[in-house]
């Protein structure tokens, strides 16, 4: 099983963007389809992106679809979320997550990082 370290999370205005990164340790992270999650105060964890052990698919919630490009690089176990014009509805703790398979299912995630807060301002 991996182990995931999220980072890049911080304070912007709105429009402005942020880049996060996962960092995966352990074995076999190429066989992992990852993606990242996001829980806002009093709400529950939503998904936002996914992509493919290659990164040849990918997936995004609507509210991020155009603006959040996700990737990754195998040769270096991360995973990254580039987040594009973002807004305060956008202010969440991020989680990047593991899967054995392509998922909308928080469930069937069975490695998480920490999660790094994004705070949009208005």
């Known amino acids: 099983q991996v182990q995931l370290v999220e980072s890049g999370g911080g304070l912007v205005q709105a429009g402005g963007s942020l880049r996060l990164s996962c960092a995966a340790s352990?074995?076999?992270?190429?066989?992992?389809?990852m993606g990242w999650f996001r829980q806002a105060p009093g709400k529950e964890r939503e998904f936002v992106a996914q992509i493919s052990w290659g990164g040849g698919n990918s997936y995004y919630a609507d509210s991020v679809k155009g603006r959040f490009t996700i990737s990754r690089d195998n040769a270096k176990n991360t995973v990254s979320l580039q987040m594009s014009s973002l807004e305060p509805e956008d202010t969440a703790v991020y989680y990047c997550?593991?899967?054995?398979?392509?998922?909308?299912?928080?469930?069937?995630?069975?490695?998480w990082g920490q999660g790094t807060q994004v705070t949009v301002s208005s």
């Open positions: 997550a593991a899967a054995r398979v392509m998922t909308l299912s928080i469930g069937l995630y069975n490695a």
């Open positions: 352990g074995r076999s992270f190429s066989s992992y389809a």
